[in-house]
């Protein structure tokens, strides 16, 4: 951060984010291991922007001022351009052990029979899946 920020350091991510990332190294594919480091990184620097841009004011030097509030908004629609990946992993990390074999068994088959760029996931459908799952279950707890 520069002298034009009232606060400097990071903003360390909330337990639950680090738990979830402990737990799914344990398990989880490299794919999937990579892909979870990959949007937590994203996520502390949309994290580190929106506080700055939060905390950002005037030391007797408004054009510095300026500049680095021109440069965070940029940073900032630049992190948020694709907003549908954002969502994706927040989704995705949100879910945490939440029928995490079911969803890491469908993030490893995608891996692996991916053979163009990969794209998201269809979060739609794996909402849909997973609602299938949970109301099954529930079916199977009433029948017994």
């Given amino acids: 951060m520069n002298s034009s920020s009232c606060e400097s350091g990071e903003t360390s991510a909330p337990e639950s984010i680090y738990e ?5 190294k344990e398990t989880s594919s490299p794919q999937s291991q990579k892909s979870t480091s990959n949007t937590m990184s994203l996520m502390k620097e949309h994290l580190n922007v929106m506080k700055e841009l939060t ?7 408004y054009l510095a001022f300026q500049s680095r509030f ?10 948020t351009n694709d907003s549908e990946n954002f969502y994706h992993n ?12 079911f969803v890491n068994t469908h993030l490893n088959d995608f891996y692996t029979t991916s053979q163009n760029l990969i794209k998201n996931i ?16 529930n079916e199977c707890l009433k029948s017994s």
């Fill in 55 to 61: 905390t950002l004011y005037i030391i007797n030097n």
């Fill in 20 to 24: 979830f990332t402990a737990a799914s």
């Fill in 122 to 137: 269809n979060i739609d459908d794996l909402m849909k899946q997973l609602m299938n799952c949970i109301s099954k279950f």
């Fill in 90 to 101: 927040l989704f995705l990390i949100d879910l945490k052990k939440h029928q995490k074999s």
């Fill in 70 to 79: 021109h440069y965070l908004v940029a940073h900032h629609k630049k992190l």
